[in-house]
Every structure is written in C-alpha cells, then in structure tokens.
C-alpha cells in the first residue's frame, strides 16, 4: 500500500492533476503546426510527478508525434535522477513503461518506506495489585494484620520484570533521505521496601515476607517465624518486619515487632508489643501482669487478666479481669 493517508492522497492528486494538465497545454502548443504546414515530428515526452513528502513518484508518458522517438528507457532513469530519485525505484515498472509503450496513464515507478512502529517498553507483574479472598488459614490471619497483603512469598521471589522498548526502524524517502521512528520509551522500575533488583531488569523480593502493594510499588514486609513457639524466658525477639509464632508463648517471653505479631496458640504471662496489629489464635492468661501493646489492633479469643493496649480497637469473645486500652473501639462479642 502507498504511505499515505488518505487526506494525503486526495492532496497529491489535485496537484498531479494540476501539474499534467499544465504541461499537456504547453505540449499542445510545441507541437501544433502553423496553419497551412504538416505536423513536425516530436518524441515521446516523459513526466514525472514527486510527491510532495518524497515519499512516492509516478511518471507519465506524452506520445510521439507524427513519427518521434518513442519513450526510452535511459530517458526516464535520467529523469528519476533529475529529481533525486534514488530510492525504492520499481525497475520493472519504468522497464514496462518501455516495453508496453504505456502513454497517458500515471505508473509507480518509486515508492518510499514509513518508519517502522516503535513499541514503549512495559513492566510486566507477576501479581496483582488487590489481594483476593483469602483460601489458607494463614492468609486469612494475615489479612486480619493488613487487608492489602497478597500473598507469603519467599527471598528472591520474583515480582515483576522489564520488557525493553523496541525502537521502530527508520524509513526513507524515494530521495533516500531517512524518516525517524517515533522514539519509544523505556519503562522505569520502582523499588518498594524490602525489594531490590537483579539482572538490571527484574524486581525480587529481598527477604522472606507478605507482599502488598502500597504507593504505586510493591512492598515486601519481612517476617520473622518462630515453627515451635516460645519456651519459658526464651530469647529476647526484636524484630523490624511481621513474627509469627507457630505454638504458644509461655511465660516471661518479651516479643517486640515494627509489624505485626501473630501466635497460633495462647500467651501465658509475657510482654507483646507490635507496630502493627497482634492476633493472638488461642487467647492470653496474663496473670495480671502480662501486657499487650499494639500501634493497631488486638484479636484474641480470650483476655484473663492481663493488660491490652491497642492504637486502634481491642476485638475478644470475652474478657475478664482485664484493663483494656483502645484509641478506637472496643468488642467483646460472646462471654464476660
């Protein structure tokens, strides 16, 4: 197909029209003898129409007259020449204008390219950006901590990649002149918490943890896990990120999380204290000196007496003999 658009060939076609018809006037001037006087021989006259972006040329063959010298094919190359035709040159087209004596009808005799399409470059993710309905025991606790967490991935998971721009190849007039693509852009990898990139072009989380997606990035909150929960005044845990404790936590254990905390079973008499929320499976037996400290929120299924202090609501089945501190609201859903 020709690389135009249709405007522009509604365009090239007036001024062809307008060019030829000039010249047929000037040709039937040359050649119509005086009054009284026979014809004068007169050769084939070849002309050729560029387009006005370089992008196409057409020629079109006046016949000789009485007798001239019919078109040749050196003729109309020294005419492509003339006009700086040198590229995209059809020579089986100007070699048919020859050999078939084609007179009084437009023929393609060159034709350029356009630019090829650039393609921007993309980022493509391995996850979604909203979580779905939690289907494991686990992801269902930790959508409890943080309703945007997407899934647990472990370290190095990969998370998105770059697929690089593919730049257009350029394209050329019939003068040989080049037609720049349109440049395609490179797309830019945004680096969250806890995720780092390898390769130049792939995102990976850096630690083990739930990945959310906050701020037009996503995010890996690291997590500490504890598989057979806390002995009697076990070590200290400090821990920048979520800990999970897989068992209980039994008494004179001090947990202290920039996230959240979860334990699976109960808490005897020790000291949590979390950033984020604390869900605590079974329930706490603090006796009475047992404290529960959360930026956000508590779960828990039972608070014996204990002391729970929450940055946002305290959530039970019931409480007893327990001071329970809550800058939001606080729920005790079924006992005392």
């Given amino acids: 197909s020709l690389p135009f658009t249709p405007e522009e060939l509604r365009t090239e076609s007036a001024q062809c029209a307008f060019k030829l018809s000039a010249v047929a006037k000037g040709r039937d001037r040359m050649i119509r003898p005086a009054e009284g006087q026979a014809m004068a021989p007169a050769a084939a006259q070849p002309v050729l129409y560029l387009a006005q972006n370089q992008m196409a040329a057409w020629i079109m063959v006046f016949p000789p007259v009485a007798g001239g010298a019919p078109a040749k094919e050196e003729d109309l190359y020294k005419m492509l020449d003339a006009h700086g035709v040198c590229f995209g040159i059809d020579e089986d087209a100007v070699a048919r204008i020859v050999k078939e004596q084609i007179y009084f009808r437009l023929v393609l005799v060159a034709c350029g390219t356009l630019p090829g399409k650039s393609e921007d470059g993309y980022v493509e993710e391995f996850f979604p950006h909203s979580p779905s309905a939690p289907q494991t025991k686990e992801m269902r606790i930790a959508a409890m901590l ?36 349109k440049p395609a852009k490179e797309a830019s990898l945004i680096l969250g918490k806890n995720i780092e990139i390898v390769d130049g072009d792939t995102l990976v989380a850096a630690v083990e943890g739930y990945l959310y997606y906050e701020d037009g990035r996503f995010n890996v909150q690291q997590t500490l896990t504890v598989e057979n929960g806390l002995d009697v005044n076990s070590e200290l845990i400090d821990f920048d990120g979520d800990v999970w404790i897989m068992g209980d936590v039994l008494n004179m254990n001090i947990i202290r999380a920039s996230g959240a905390v979860i334990v699976t079973g109960s808490v005897e008499n020790s000291f949590i204290q979390a950033g984020g929320s604390i869900v605590i499976c079974t329930g ?45 609201s606080t729920s005790i859903t079924e006992g005392r």
Avoid: W
């Fill in 146 to 181: 943080n309703a945007k967490y997407l899934a647990k991935i472990e370290k190095g998971t990969k998370i998105s990649h770059r697929v690089p721009a593919v730049q257009g190849v350029h394209g050329k007039t019939v003068g040989n002149a080049d037609i720049p693509a």
């Fill in 284 to 328: 706490v037996v603090g006796e009475d000196e047992g404290t529960i400290r959360a930026g956000e929120s508590v779960y828990a299924k039972f608070l014996e007496p204990c002391t729970v202090y929450a940055g946002q609501m305290i959530r039970c089945e019931c409480s007893i003999c327990s001071p329970l501190y809550s800058n939001g």
